[in-house]
């Protein structure tokens, strides 16, 4: 099953992620993080859906290739989350909800690489990934 703990992701993304989700509440928004890091089993069962499976697409990365899948010495160390908005306790999907909007802007603000975007490569309004500049820092 894939993860929802902040550990999961890579240490530069960790504080970042709850910052964010700090500043979500500030805001009036209950941001709640539905995935941090998943295997390489669990992205290809993602993957066939919508091809080989029924049901949408929601990705178009095969296993080891997204950013939930990352590893940093043999430990999970995702370069993304994912949220989704609660109200009542309930995830609103619905993208157009202002709540999502007010995610990506706080997304924004940290730094952080918004899928949501209008110009995004492929549109995932749930995925907030660390910017490759900034991982790139550390390599150096
Ligand atoms: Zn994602």
Request: proline fraction near 8%; charge should be neutral.
């Amino acid at each position: 099953m894939a993860s929802r703990a902040i550990s999961d992701l890579h240490p530069q993304l960790q504080p970042l992620a709850e910052a964010f989700v700090r500043r979500c509440r500030d805001a009036g928004v209950e941001a709640l993080i539905t995935c941090t890091w998943r295997s390489g089993a669990e992205q290809d069962a993602l993957y066939a859906q919508g091809r080989s499976r029924p049901g949408p697409k929601v990705t178009n990365a095969r296993a080891g290739q997204s950013a939930h899948n990352a590893m940093r010495h043999g430990s999970p160390a995702a370069l993304a989350f994912d949220v989704v908005p609660l109200i009542g306790g309930k995830p609103v999907w619905d993208a157009h909800h202002p709540h999502w909007q007010l995610m990506g802007e706080i997304g924004a603000a940290l730094g952080l690489n918004w899928y949501g975007r209008p110009d995004a490569p492929f549109r995932e309004f749930p995925h907030f990934e660390l910017n490759s500049t900034d991982l790139d820092k550390e390599k150096k």
